[in-house]
């Protein structure tokens, strides 16, 4: 099945009059990739080129290629069980399937709740 995915990174920080900082998220452009999804099994981690297992990540997606994709970025989805509601993945590695630009295999945590133990990005607040 295939998703219509919004894809965003992070946008410049903006001081929050508290001495801190805001992290805002940014469409990329294009800002919307087709992609499907599936969950990551230990054979699907492994990397052909390293060798190695990306262990941090919880699915795959993958679509055709689109040079704005890279590790600080997120991907946000319609939940299809909840119309109303929005799934977030957050991108650990990119690696192309084939030779070329011509798809992509994206390794990404999905965000779960804010008491998630993986590293905390800004709300969705889509």
């Given at each position: 099945?295939?998703?219509?995915?919004?894809?965003?990174?992070?946008?410049a920080?903006?001081?929050?009059?508290?001495?801190?900082?805001?992290?805002?998220?940014?469409?990329?452009?294009?800002?919307?990739?087709?992609?499907?999804?599936?969950?990551?099994?230990?054979?699907?981690?492994?990397?052909?080129?390293?060798?190695?297992?990306?262990?941090?990540?919880?699915?795959?997606?993958r679509?055709?290629?689109?040079?704005?994709?890279?590790?600080?970025?997120?991907?946000?989805?319609?939940?299809?069980?909840?119309?109303?509601?929005?799934?977030?993945?957050?991108?650990?590695?990119v690696?192309?399937?084939?030779?070329?630009?011509?798809?992509?295999?994206?390794?990404?945590?999905?965000?779960?709740?804010?008491?998630?133990?993986?590293?905390?990005r800004?709300?969705?607040?889509?």
């Amino acid at each position: 099945m295939k998703f219509l995915a919004r894809v965003q990174s992070p946008g410049a920080p903006t001081p929050d009059g508290e001495g801190g900082f805001i992290e805002t998220w940014v469409d990329l452009d294009p800002a919307t990739w087709w992609c499907s999804i599936e969950n990551a099994a230990a054979r699907n981690l492994e990397r052909s080129i390293a060798k190695t297992i990306e262990a941090t990540a919880s699915h795959l997606l993958r679509g055709d290629y689109h040079p704005g994709i890279t590790t600080p970025c997120r991907i946000l989805v319609p939940d299809v069980e909840e119309p109303a509601t929005t799934k977030r993945y957050d991108v650990t590695s990119v690696a192309r399937e084939h030779e070329g630009r011509r798809r992509l295999i994206v390794f990404a945590a999905e965000y779960i709740a804010d008491n998630d133990p993986r590293p905390r990005r800004a709300p969705v607040g889509v």
